[in-house]
């Protein structure tokens, strides 16, 4: 059996009163991409802070590789490092901002710019190398700090909110680029985000975090499709989260929904929008929201809405939702 990149066992985190981290255990296996997301202050980031050293869990135990390091400091634990704010040398160069992890790892100064312009080719930056860190872009900043952790050759990489300062139009193809630059690298990676898309996008699996504790853990396809329970699906973004009896809650995910056929329900609101129409419709089970598309918005009769509901795609949930 091959050995993971990182395994994180019965780990427990607190700062004063507050718990931040309770009893977490996560594999992260050789090659592969793991995606840690929850809401802001959920523990996700101390989690990331604890395998990299730079907090020390009061419970629990870090492995990477194989090798128990919850003792070792952060420079003993052969990690690379992407944090929000990229934390780049504005003293040095871009080459000089990527050689300095394998310098710091005892690389000789020709080895490590060898291994600064690697990974400057890997994530489109040789052509930089000379160039200033104040005169980058935010998206060239990220792509340097990236670099930067790849330079290290560490069989690990956490990477913490790595697009959030970044526009959405520029996050969009930069996690394309992570996608296919995570792939070739052959690394573990740990990704810590809040953003659904970027989860799904990057991860091959995805661990949901909430209040200091996973709560779901799986493929991330299979995680977003049938999600656990009622909080989990809410915080994916499922729009049909509607009362059930008995503490349980009804998912009815998009493809359940099949417009054009069945009855009639009314429609109580609708907006048009840039790509459609969005509709509140009166269902037995509850209002369902919709977003209809030109094409879609055929199956409108008036003031009502012709739709059925494929019962065996509708999901009975755990209602774990705080109550107002």
């Given at each position: 059996m091959t050995t993971p990149a990182l395994a994180v066992h019965h780990l427990a985190k607190r700062f004063?009163?507050?718990v931040a981290v309770d009893d977490v255990s996560l594999t992260v296996?050789?090659?592969e991409t793991v995606a840690l997301l929850g809401p802001?202050?959920?523990g996700k980031s101390t989690?990331?802070?604890?395998?990299a050293g730079l907090e020390r869990p009061?419970?629990?135990r870090v492995c990477i590789g194989g090798r128990d390091v919850t003792a070792l400091p952060p420079e003993a634990r052969q990690v690379g490092l992407v944090f929000q704010e990229y934390a780049l040398f504005p003293h040095l160069s871009v080459l000089g901002n990527v050689a300095y992890?394998?310098?710091?790892?005892?690389?000789a100064r020709a080895k490590a710019e060898d291994r600064a312009r690697e990974a400057l080719e890997l994530v489109g930056l040789d052509a930089l190398a000379g160039r200033r860190t104040t005169e980058l872009s935010g998206g060239q900043a990220q792509r340097v700090a990236l670099a930067r952790a790849i330079a290290t050759g560490s069989p690990l990489l956490l990477l913490d909110e790595p697009l959030s300062n970044l526009d959405e139009p520029l996050r969009a193809r930069l996690r394309a680029d992570l996608r296919a630059l995570f792939a070739h690298l052959h690394a573990g990676v740990l990704l810590v985000t809040h953003d659904q898309r970027e989860a799904l996008a990057l991860a091959s699996r995805v661990a949901v975090m909430r209040a200091g504790r996973l709560v779901q853990v799986g493929p991330a396809e299979e995680v977003f499709a049938r999600p656990a329970t009622a909080w989990v699906a809410a915080?994916?973004?499922h729009a049909n989260i509607l009362p059930g009896p008995s503490g349980l809650a009804h998912l009815v995910p998009e493809d359940a929904v099949r417009l054009g056929e069945g009855e009639v329900f009314p429609v109580t609101a609708r907006q048009m929008t840039d790509t459609g129409t969005d509709v509140t419709v009166q269902h037995p089970l509850g209002p369902l929201r919709l977003h209809l598309s030109p094409r879609e918005a055929a199956a409108l009769c008036g003031d009502g809405l012709r739709l059925t509901l494929d019962p065996t795609r509708v999901l009975a949930l755990p209602d774990d939702r705080e109550r107002p």
């Amino acid at each position: 059996m091959t050995t993971p990149a990182l395994a994180v066992h019965h780990l427990a985190k607190r700062f004063g009163p507050t718990v931040a981290v309770d009893d977490v255990s996560l594999t992260v296996g050789a090659g592969e991409t793991v995606a840690l997301l929850g809401p802001s202050g959920c523990g996700k980031s101390t989690v990331l802070r604890c395998v990299a050293g730079l907090e020390r869990p009061d419970a629990g135990r870090v492995c990477i590789g194989g090798r128990d390091v919850t003792a070792l400091p952060p420079e003993a634990r052969q990690v690379g490092l992407v944090f929000q704010e990229y934390a780049l040398f504005p003293h040095l160069s871009v080459l000089g901002n990527v050689a300095y992890g394998p310098r710091m790892r005892g690389a000789a100064r020709a080895k490590a710019e060898d291994r600064a312009r690697e990974a400057l080719e890997l994530v489109g930056l040789d052509a930089l190398a000379g160039r200033r860190t104040t005169e980058l872009s935010g998206g060239q900043a990220q792509r340097v700090a990236l670099a930067r952790a790849i330079a290290t050759g560490s069989p690990l990489l956490l990477l913490d909110e790595p697009l959030s300062n970044l526009d959405e139009p520029l996050r969009a193809r930069l996690r394309a680029d992570l996608r296919a630059l995570f792939a070739h690298l052959h690394a573990g990676v740990l990704l810590v985000t809040h953003d659904q898309r970027e989860a799904l996008a990057l991860a091959s699996r995805v661990a949901v975090m909430r209040a200091g504790r996973l709560v779901q853990v799986g493929p991330a396809e299979e995680v977003f499709a049938r999600p656990a329970t009622a909080w989990v699906a809410a915080f994916l973004g499922h729009a049909n989260i509607l009362p059930g009896p008995s503490g349980l809650a009804h998912l009815v995910p998009e493809d359940a929904v099949r417009l054009g056929e069945g009855e009639v329900f009314p429609v109580t609101a609708r907006q048009m929008t840039d790509t459609g129409t969005d509709v509140t419709v009166q269902h037995p089970l509850g209002p369902l929201r919709l977003h209809l598309s030109p094409r879609e918005a055929a199956a409108l009769c008036g003031d009502g809405l012709r739709l059925t509901l494929d019962p065996t795609r509708v999901l009975a949930l755990p209602d774990d939702r705080e109550r107002p």
